[in-house]
Each structure stands twice: as structure tokens, then as C-alpha cells.
């Protein structure tokens, strides 16, 4: 699956953002796509997936009530609803896609097989 992220800027403290994921092909059975962001000197983390199919969502507890995840199948694109943004939220943030995750693997990022390229989202103070 070839992933196409964007949607990334430089915001204030407060302010709000949609990142888009834009999948090659969504078709594959039990397909969980996800957002992971990687701040400057940190590993990279978990921010939100979604299983494609039945719509099930998990989010990190530093994002939940703030961020929203969520898919259109007819474009076969995904997004991250990020409200409340906050300068701890600042890094370059990556989309990614994986097959057959059970639910104890979807917050780990090496099992997801698929990356795209990276949005960089500054929120400063």
C-alpha cells in the first residue's frame, strides 16, 4: 500500500489541524491504518488507528477528547481531527497501514508494514 500524507502546518496553541492519509488501496481484509508522530530527539510513538473495515478506533491516552480519527472509504483516504493542539504536539507525523493486527499490536509501530512520507506539525506557543 502506498501512503500519502499531508495536511500539516505550523498552528498556535489552541488552534486545530486534519491531517489526510491517502491510501493506493484499501481492499486487503483486515486492514488497520494509523498515525504515529515522531517529535525532534524522541522515539517514534502511537497516536490513533482505525480498523478499516469495521471503523474500531484506539487512541493514546496524551490525545484522547482532542484528536479523532477517522476513514472514508470512497476515497480511501484517513484522517486525524486534531483539536486543542498543544507545543507538546509538535513533530512530523506519519501515516501507516497493517495487516492482520491483532488488538494488543496496533499501538506498535513495527507492526505496521506501510509508511508514507511524514507531516510536520509545529504548534507553537
Known amino acids: 500500500v502506498q501512503l500519502q500524507a499531508s495536511g500539516g502546518g505550523l498552528v498556535q496553541a489552541g488552534d486545530s489541524l486534519r491531517l489526510s492519509c491517502a491510501a493506493s488501496?484499501?481492499?486487503?481484509?483486515?486492514?488497520?491504518m494509523g498515525w504515529f508522530r515522531q517529535a525532534p530527539g524522541k522515539e517514534r510513538e502511537f497516536v490513533s488507528a482505525?480498523?478499516?473495515?469495521?471503523?474500531?478506533?484506539y487512541s493514546a491516552e496524551s490525545v484522547k477528547g482532542r484528536f479523532t480519527i477517522s476513514r472514508d472509504k470512497a476515497k480511501n483516504t484517513m484522517y486525524l481531527h486534531m483539536n486543542s493542539l498543544k507545543p507538546e504536539d509538535t513533530a512530523v507525523y506519519y501515516c501507516?497501514?497493517?495487516?492482520?493486527?491483532?488488538?494488543?499490536?496496533?499501538?506498535?509501530?513495527?507492526?505496521?508494514?506501510?509508511w508514507g512520507q511524514g507531516t510536520l506539525v509545529t504548534v507553537s506557543s
Open positions: 501507516a497501514a497493517g495487516r492482520g493486527l491483532i488488538t494488543s499490536s496496533v499501538y506498535y509501530s513495527r507492526y505496521y508494514g506501510d
Open positions: 488501496k484499501t481492499t486487503f481484509g483486515r486492514l488497520v
Open positions: 482505525i480498523r478499516w473495515n469495521e471503523g474500531t478506533t
